[in-house]
DNA sequence: ATGAAAGCGCTAACAG
DNA sequence: CTGTTAGCGCTTTCAT
């Protein structure tokens, strides 16, 4: 009546796609029930130390390893945790994850991850499939969300981590920064060491929220100082090291009377550094240049690059702490260090 | 009898806390039954137009997200990928992560990871925690695992990704490209240019089997080229700018006759590059320097770098590719590209 | 200390 | 085209 009893064909077949062993079958070849299994396994309840032998014996013979998806169903948690990021490219976000994998390893939680490439209407998508998952919880970038990821994120009942910014509202916990305080910040700084004639290069700035609210800083604290933005250039797309050479190169084209550049962050930094490097302009004489997030790479190249040090690995940690601690909703603000280094 | 019954405290409490929607009560305030809200859902089967209106409704109105921990335990594949990675501050991971995720999320799967940080009994430990979530595919870095590593994998039935080596016995399926030969490649590069007394500069081998590897090609090559490696300057730990900074400053220290370094990749030679503008040591005509790993930086810097670029993004993408198209088991070598750059 | 049994929320036959 | 039902593999009372 069944295939598999007309031919060694399909034997051979069974043996290659053979089901995982369940917790019955270990049951059943340690000659107790399934809810000893289930104990011993979890070491809850109370069992005979000769039981546990058992057990232990099947489960390593058998190469039993324990169905997650089935456990969760039939209990509590999930122990996933979601993480919906704009992208991998931008060092921050590796970053993050690294600070959070290490404790939630730690924890015995498990890091889900999508990647949103800066698009609200990818974020909600994803979001809905992350939630999918009973997630304990969803770490997001920042604080705009559309209206329906904001929704579908309360109605889930899940934890909500907003990382790496602090200027806006917290739905749940928030661990992170203010980008806008750091832009203001550079500018401070910039201004302290007599720059005035100041330019800006970056990359998208609608897209990235967090490096529009630094560029909305900087704008700011010049314009209060009576030395506004002298000029601009914005490059569409991500950040990268060749596009702050191309930006700085297209910027004093127009201007050559700059005397610092303000970069929205490293990787454009260094760009625009090697730029100088490459034509002969003297570092910081005759430009300055000050980019934004303390890369290490930054700390070696022949002048130190001045810039602002931001916590992302510890971002990761501690929102990844507050979660498997459960910890009531707050705000945490890990704050940023500027660094003096050599090019403003 | 009950707490609930006692106060409004509690209601509220209620109300936070609500118990996810289920299908059930789609199904109940659609007035159909369970299995048609699925088929609904899930586009399969058939329904009349009319049904499906009224189960929409429902599914918006209550603000539905299916449970596919639910979904996964009923039905087949849990559409999930599991990557167990050495690092996450080595650029090479994060740009396999980004290759997969896009292909991964067209096709609605989604992508868990943990970090081994290199050491095989942390991959043991990850390997059981990840096949506990009965993933359709799991990918890892390489070919070097422990014996139980490999065990539980073959048992486990799902599909195993061996990436970024070539030198060894894959499992299943395996995306990379040879280390080995590209260690060769750059020797045969250094040596036609005229190198004689190369050095090397690298981070722990042990670890890193790969970078390993293309020691052993580089090696290799040199000694029957009959120009053996002049001298090498290992840093215990991870790569980094800074630690090939230091690295060079400490092998020139021994060898001032040294006329080309071979770093184990493109961080720990740009720290040698620097190291070499800092202290106005020509390059390549004093010292020539050469990467691994093709990073963008590397093209803009004042002289590009020579290095071996790899392709790490299209790794991730035809990794995901084979796995979510159930492909036959196979070795896919996507090969490297010698970046002849300005610094050799 | 241990087993039996009732689900967790969904999918997949199988009837109708 | 639609509803009913039997699990998926585990955890968790509740007895014993």
């Not at 500018?187 to 970056?202: M, S, T």
């Not at 702050?244 to 700059?258: I, K, N, S, V």
Request: hydrophobic content about 40%; glycine content about 10%.
């Amino acid at each position: 009546m069944d295939g598999r009893l007309s031919g060694g064909e399909n034997v051979t077949l069974d043996f290659r796609h053979h089901p995982a062993v369940t917790l019955a079958e270990v049951a059943e070849a340690a000659g107790v029930g399934e809810s000893t299994v289930s104990r011993v396994l979890r070491d809850h309840g109370s069992f005979s130390k000769k039981t546990r032998d058992r057990v232990m014996e099947a489960v390593e013979r058998l190469g039993y390893v324990p169905n997650r998806i089935a456990g969760t169903l039939a209990s509590a948690g999930s122990r996933l945790v979601a993480f919906v990021i704009p992208s991998l490219s931008n060092i921050v976000f590796p970053d993050v994850l690294r600070g959070a994998s290490t404790v939630l390893e730690e924890n015995q939680h498990q890091a889900v991850f999508s990647v949103t490439d800066y698009d609200p209407e990818r974020e909600e998508a994803l979001v809905a499939a992350m939630l999918a998952w009973r997630p304990t919880a969803v770490m997001l970038a920042g604080f705009e969300h559309s209206e329906r990821t904001l929704k579908m994120l309360r109605a889930s009942g899940c934890r909500v981590v907003e990382l790496l910014d602090l200027d806006g509202t917290a739905l749940d916990l928030a661990v992170g920064y203010s980008n806008r305080a750091a832009g203001r910040a550079s500018a401070e700084f910039l201004l302290k060491r007599g720059y005035r004639r100041i330019g800006y290069v970056g990359h998208d700035l609608d897209r990235d929220t967090r490096a529009g609210k630094r560029f909305a800083g900087l704008s700011e604290a010049l314009g209060a100082a009576g030395a506004p933005l002298a000029d601009r250039e914005i490059y569409a797309g991500g950040s990268s090291v060749e596009s702050g050479r191309l930006g700085l190169e297209r910027l004093l084209a127009r201007r050559r009377d700059l005397d610092a550049v303000y970069f929205s962050n490293d990787d454009m930094a260094l760009g625009g550094y090697f730029h100088c490097l490459a034509h002969g302009i003297s570092v910081p004489s005759q430009l300055a240049i000050f980019g934004y997030n303390g890369l290490d790479i930054g700390r070696v190249t022949p002048q130190p690059l001045s810039t602002i040090r931001t916590p992302r690995v510890a971002t990761g940690r501690i929102a990844a702490e507050l979660v498997v601690t459960n910890a009531p909703p707050q705000v945490v603000d890990l704050g940023f260090e500027l660094v003096e280094g050599a090019t403003a």
